[in-house]
């Protein structure tokens, strides 16, 4: 009996420690999916539609929220209106300068071979985060300020990414152009974004599992002349970073 009982006593702490995992990984989870609700829309989200968003009761929605400003997570505005904190900023921030110094000299080069702007993102919270960028030369450019963040659907680094995710992640009405990307290895924004600007990329998975992207935009009309030279110059920066 004293077996039997000391077994079920542990059998019972195991249990214990199992659902208190659970319970963690469910915070970190939720912590997550609110940072990147807050990412696609800094400081334009109050509570109430982050606890919308992620379909938590309001209380639950607060106490989430106040432990992301309560470590520097998330901050939010006289408003209520939240944005990325400081702290994970200066995390995110250290490691866009690490991956921009890194990966610097191969966006130098598909710069000098098409004479475009050139810009290097990476995959963040459901948005491609501009981390370095070289200006084209041109007095009519397309320029973007790096530490913007640009969407997937219609930008032509957004949808090489999305070509490098699972199929699930994929918007119904994208798959086909998504198999496209697919095959070709590269994606394209052809006014989409922005009226009179044109785009192609290229995305890779590093050995680390991030996903960057290489894109070269310019005004339509000279991307148009130049296409063929710009994917060329970026396909080899792709062979380079893989």
């Known amino acids: 009996m004293g077996t039997a009982d000391g077994n079920r006593q542990i059998d ?9 995992r659970d319970d963690g990984l469910q915070v970190l989870r939720r912590a997550a999916a609110a940072l990147d609700e807050i990412a696609t829309a800094p400081g334009r989200l109050r509570l109430v539609d982050v606890g919308a968003n992620l379909g938590l009761a309001k209380s639950t929605a607060r106490r989430l929220l106040v432990a992301l400003v309560d470590v520097g997570f998330a901050a939010a505005d006289e408003g209520g209106r939240y944005r990325l904190g ?7 921030g250290a490691d866009g300068t690490h991956l921009a110094a890194r990966l610097h000299p191969v966006i130098e080069r598909v710069a000098l071979a098409t004479g475009e702007t050139v810009d290097l993102s990476v995959l963040r ?6 981390i370095d960028q070289i200006e084209s030369a041109h007095r009519l450019r397309a320029v973007s300020a790096v530490g913007e963040r640009f969407p997937l659907r219609d930008t032509a680094n957004g949808k090489a990414a999305l070509a490098l995710l699972d199929d699930t992640e994929i918007p119904d009405v994208m798959r086909a152009e998504i198999a496209e990307v697919r095959r070709s290895g590269i994606g394209y924004d052809r ?6 600007i044109s785009a192609a990329g290229v995305a890779v998975r590093l050995g680390d599992g991030q996903i960057v992207a290489i894109s070269v935009p310019a005004p ?8 063929s030279v710009i994917v060329d110059a970026l396909r080899s920066a792709a062979k380079e970073l893989s």
Request: a negative charge; hydrophobic letters at 30%.
């Open 125 to 130: 919270g459901g948005q491609m985060w501009f």
């Open 191 to 196: 006014d989409e974004h922005t009226a009179g």
């Open 220 to 227: 339509t009309d000279r991307f148009a002349a130049r296409e």
């Open 86 to 92: 400081d702290r994970l900023l200066g995390l995110a």
């Open 12 to 20: 019972g702490s195991d249990n214990h420690s199992s659902d208190t």
